[in-house]
């Protein structure tokens, strides 16, 4: 299984990540998503995917990017995230 273990926030939308295989690849997020989504938009814009942050499975996610309904369909603000596993096949490796 997958985890990251650390991330380094780069120009032009770019994550070094850093797995626990040893490995470090870089994630370029303008080809690895598709920036026709809503929510990748909002990561692009305004370099809000500098805030990203490694959550407690591995993965990288976002804050308040997401959006979901609660029981009464109230439209509440969620994360957005990346699964590591995605974020490693969608990755170049940089560095062993």
Same mark, same amino acid.
């Given at each position: 299984?997958?985890?990251l !273990? ?16 040893? +490995? !470090? &690849? @870089?994630?370029d @997020?303008?080809?690895?998503?598709? !920036?026709?989504? &809503?929510?990748? &938009?909002?990561? @692009?814009?305004?370099?809000?995917? &500098? !805030? ?6 591995? +993965?990288?996610?976002? +804050? ?33």
């Open positions: 299984m997958f985890r !273990t650390n991330i380094t926030i780069l120009d032009a939308f770019q994550i070094q990540c850093s797995f626990n295989t040893g +490995e !470090t &690849k @870089l994630l @997020l303008t080809t690895a998503l598709d !920036t026709s989504n &809503k929510f990748v &938009k909002k990561l @692009l814009e305004n370099n809000f995917y &500098k !805030t990203a942050k490694i959550g407690s499975f591995g +993965e990288i996610y976002w +804050e308040n990017v997401g959006e979901m309904k609660d029981y009464d369909g109230t439209v509440i603000a969620c994360e957005y995230d990346i699964s590591p596993e995605f974020a490693y096949f969608h990755s170049i490796k940089i560095a062993d």
